[in-house]
């Protein structure tokens, strides 16, 4: 009398991947999912790097030929950024509002951050009363069309907040470089929905042993943030502020609407939208222009990569 005995899987046996998440890596690591990634990538690349052949490529040629003809007949200039950054004339000065975008975004990225991560940590690890319902009106927020809070913001800036006939909040009343202020309290209010939501999903994930362990030791919840979340949190805060470096470094509408249009304030992309000329006709600067505009969000993203993926994925697994 024979008795049966159970059959173990051959994936089982060899250690071949048995999970789902297991079979799905190792399709994204094969060679057809390689060459697809290679091919997306060069798409993507072409483009900028034609802005770049036609940034370095004499008026004449780039209004006459397509770039790709620079292989065939190499003509290089740095006319086209000398005109667009120190030009005086109406198609230059870019420098100036290089720097005006760079004096806009560093605080437009560093408040959200730092308000975000705050209120992040108290809804994920501070009890009191009503907290999951003011979590689901800052996810609710983020729904909230840009444009519908314009109006009313700028109003906010220009008459004050009253009340029956009875001033609470005085107009801010700023002029020139003052109007800065009034960019960054737009940009870090516009932000704050979705860090507060990207940043509670990767804080809601930390170990609960460690922080009681911390509490037992005596330690405050200031101590806490500052000492465990904040170190453990910096792939999230790092994909936060790419998002938030580029989203705000390629505004036109928020800086034009509360910085104005001036030299003293205006950023980057509004010299951008005037470099073209009058009747279009003076589009060889976009190329400079467009390609100086990019230097720095290339070299904010290259510099925080690492971190960019893990951030990404911030609370979408367990375990």
């Given at each position: ?136 009106g800052i ?35 700023l002029v ?15 932000a704050l ?127």
């Amino acid at each position: 009398m024979t008795t049966a005995t159970p059959t173990v899987g051959v994936g089982a046996q060899a250690g071949g991947p048995t999970t789902r998440g297991a079979r799905v890596r190792k399709r994204l690591n094969s060679r057809t999912a390689t060459l697809v990634s290679i091919v997306i990538a060069v798409l993507w690349t072409i483009p900028t790097f034609g802005l770049f052949i036609s940034s370095l490529r004499p008026e004449n040629e780039i209004k006459t030929t397509g770039w790709w003809t620079f292989f065939t007949n190499p003509q290089i200039t740095l006319e086209n950024y000398q005109e667009v950054l120190f030009s005086t004339g109406s198609s230059g000065q870019l420098a100036s509002y290089f720097i005006n975008s760079l004096a806009i975004t560093i605080p437009s990225v560093l408040f959200p951050l730092a308000f975000a991560s705050l209120a992040a940590y108290a809804l994920a690890w501070m009890n009191f009363k009503g907290r999951d319902w003011v979590y689901i009106g800052i996810f609710a927020l983020q729904i909230v069309p840009l444009q519908m809070a314009l109006v009313p913001l700028l109003r906010f800036f220009s008459t004050g907040v009253s009340i029956a006939g009875v001033q609470i909040l005085p107009a801010w009343d700023l002029v020139d470089e003052q109007k800065f202020a009034q960019v960054w309290f737009a940009h870090t209010c516009f932000a704050l929905p979705f860090a507060v939501f990207l940043l509670h999903n990767f804080i809601s994930q930390l170990p609960g042993d460690l922080m009681e362990a911390a509490r037992v030791d005596g330690a405050t919840h200031p101590k806490i943030f500052r000492t465990i979340v904040l170190p453990l949190i910096m792939p999230a805060l790092a994909a936060f502020g790419i998002f938030q470096f580029l989203w705000v470094w390629n505004d036109l509408l928020v800086a034009l609407i509360f910085a104005g249009g001036g030299d003293e304030t205006a950023p980057m992309t509004v010299r951008l939208a005037e470099l073209a000329g009058t009747r279009g006709n003076e589009w060889q600067r976009l190329t400079a222009g467009a390609f100086v505009s990019i230097v720095v969000p290339l070299i904010v993203f290259l510099s925080l990569q690492r971190f960019f993926v893990r951030g990404l994925l911030a609370g979408s697994v367990k375990g």
